[in-house]
T-cell receptor
Framework: GEDVEQSLFLSVREGDSSVINCTYT??????LYWYKQEPGAGLQLLTY?????DMKQDQRLTVLLNKKDKHLSLRIADTQTGDSAIYFC?????????????FGAGTRLAVHP | NAGVMQNPRHLVRRRGQEARLRCSPM?????VYWYRQLPEEGLKFMVY????????ESGMPKERFSAEFPKEGPSILRIQQVVRGDSAAYFC???????????FGPGTRLLVL
């Protein structure tokens, strides 16, 4: 079946690194995504990684993919209070030729001074 | 290029009324996806449409819910005879032909009294 799991809560001190973890089940997923949702807002695409990559870096964001273990992580360097939000991991199962996203329940990141 | 537009942003309905949610995709995008987010949960896929066609409605409840994406105008998600359990945030996402990445709108928050 299709399922994406994330830890529900993470608290970090401002300036530290945050690591948000995710596991997924569909090995055929071609892309894996990280979205950010601030209170009362829509989803903002942060970054994505193609399934044949191990790592992708984009400024303060680093995505690591372990395809064997179906494990995805998002590292935020030098975490700021503005990074406080809910972070969703999503996979796109490869069937059908289109991109129905399967989301995790979200990890709520709290950044404190 | 304006982003994905959704309206209304907030909608209050009494049980038994109809709710109509509108989504205008980004310019040039011909694929529309609808997702529902229940409180404290991740997004769940509902339906995927292309212009004038429903491609995948596997996530739609069997009754009371319908969706369309006409040749002209926005995509509409229609909920008839709403019940309290329909209270949720409904997000629309769009994508251009041949591209994996989906861009989300700000959502419509439906409250059923």
């Amino acid at each position: 079946g299709e399922d994406v799991e994330q830890s529900l809560f993470l608290s970090v001190r401002e300036g530290d690194s945050s690591v948000i973890n995710c596991t997924y089940t569909d090995s055929s997923s071609t892309y894996l995504y990280w979205y950010k949702q601030e209170p009362g807002a829509g989803l903002q695409l942060l970054t994505y990684i193609f399934s044949n990559m191990d790592m992708k870096q984009d400024q303060r964001l680093t995505v690591l993919l372990n395809k064997k273990d179906k494990h995805l992580s998002l590292r935020i360097a030098d975490t700021q209070t503005g990074d406080s939000a809910i972070y969703f991991c999503a996979e796109s199962p490869g069937s059908g030729g289109y991109n129905k996203l399967i989301f995790g329940a979200g990890t709520r990141l709290a950044v404190h001074p | 290029n304006a982003g994905v537009m959704q309206n209304p942003r907030h909608l209050v309905r009494r049980r038994g009324q109809e709710a109509r949610l509108r989504c205008s995709p980004m310019k040039g995008h011909s694929h529309v996806y609808w997702y529902r987010q229940l409180p404290e949960e991740g997004l769940k896929f509902m339906v995927y449409l292309q212009k004038e066609n429903i491609i995948d409605e596997s996530g739609m409840p069997k009754e009371r819910f319908s969706a369309e994406f006409p040749k002209e105008g926005p995509s509409i998600l229609r909920i008839q005879q709403v019940v309290r359990g329909d209270s949720a945030a409904y997000f629309c996402a769009s994508a251009p032909q041949g591209e994996e990445t989906q861009y989300f709108g700000p959502g419509t928050r439906l409250l059923v009294l």
